[in-house]
């Protein structure tokens, strides 16, 4: 199946088509992501591995017998259920229950993908709905945050710098190197900036990614925490709104899917998911606010593709002389 990008959404040509499979580009992008996952391993231990292994395997198990059940043509060899699942064991800490990364995978698969018509038709980005669903049911599994120090010592119970910060507490015992590199508290995939962002040069190199988008949303969360802090106006720290929590993981491999093409909404989209998860950041309960961010966007992104309608080549030109 190739992947069809257009400049706008609706069904009118011409196309713009790349030639590469889907099942090429999800090949890319789990290769983007091999840095932060033997990244989460090194600081955060096998258990790591093993959930990412878990939620993969239920990924893929899941749509199988959802397609065979359904009698549908199998699409589980196009990798994509296999980047659903590692996001998913990337927007959970280390500590999670096996059956609760299970338990997102089936719900991320079935529920939000298949039920929608499969990859490319989902309102939402899967992962971050199987997340939301253990935030909203179960959310004491998915909030026990440790961090290591590869000192021969077991790893150690903490809040995430972001919870520190936001709550006002000190966090000098987590230097800004310590955020850059990963040695801090967090999800499994979010917390080394520098591995992440070797995995997104990779995807700008193959062209897999929308750049303006990732940067936009970024741009927005970084600007509205610096303008509106809670140590007063224009007085945000902006280092570490960038390099503590999910934005740089967001960004680089959530606020680029596909389920918009068009690059003009792209980055009206991106704009809303930064407002949404700087406001959280700064004024809601939650220290975070990226999986929410994303996912208020990508549940309006039918309404911002109505109202920023691309150009369809050929119709409506000023000059209609001949």
């Known amino acids: ?43 955060f231990g096998i258990n790591s591995l093993i959930l990412t292994l878990a939620s993969v395997t239920t ?39 096996i059956w609760a990364v299970m338990v997102a995978s089936v719900f991320a698969i079935v529920v939000v993908k298949q039920f929608f018509g499969g990859i490319g038709s989902n309102f939402a980005n899967p992962a971050l709905m199987g ?26 119970s903490s809040a995430t710098v972001l919870g520190l910060y936001k709550a006002g507490s000190d966090t000098a015992q987590f230097t800004k190197w310590d955020m850059f590199i990963g040695n801090i508290p967090g999800c499994i995939g979010e917390t080394s900036v ?78 809303i998911a930064g407002v949404v998860t700087a406001g959280i950041r700064i004024w809601g309960r939650l220290p975070e606010g990226v999986s929410y961010g994303i996912l208020v966007a990508n549940c309006l992104s039918g309404l911002i593709d109505t109202i920023i309608r691309p150009h369809i080549y050929g119709v409506g030109l000023k000059n209609n002389k001949r």
């Not at 257009?6 to 890319?28: F, G, W, Y």
């Not at 599994?141 to 150690?156: E, K, L, P, R």
């Open 194 to 271: 520098l591995l992440l962002l070797i995995g997104f040069a990779y995807l700008c190199y193959r062209r897999v990614v929308n750049l303006a988008a990732a940067g936009t949303y970024v741009l927005t969360v970084l600007l509205i925490t610096f303008v509106f802090a809670k140590d007063g106006m224009f007085k945000g720290d902006i280092l570490t709104n960038l390099m503590s929590g999910g934005l740089i993981l967001g960004a680089c491999f959530m606020m680029t899917d596909y389920a918009s093409v068009a690059p003009r909404v792209k980055v009206v989209l991106s704009i």
């Open 1 to 43: 199946m190739k992947l069809k990008v257009a400049e706008q959404l609706h069904d009118v040509s011409p196309h713009i088509t790349m030639n590469r499979s889907t099942k090429e580009i999800m090949q890319d992008v789990v290769l983007a992501m091999l840095p932060a996952l033997l990244g989460g391993i090194y600081f």
């Open 131 to 156: 997340r939301a669903l253990l935030m909203f049911l179960w959310p004491a599994s998915i909030s026990n945050y440790v961090t290591t120090y590869h000192n021969g010592a077991d790893a150690i």
């Open 59 to 97: 990924c893929l198990l899941s749509e199988y017998i959802w397609q065979k059940i359904r009698r549908e043509q199998l699409t589980v060899s196009d990798w994509s259920a296999v980047v659903t699942g590692m996001l998913i064991a990337f927007n959970v800490p280390s500590t999670t229950p």
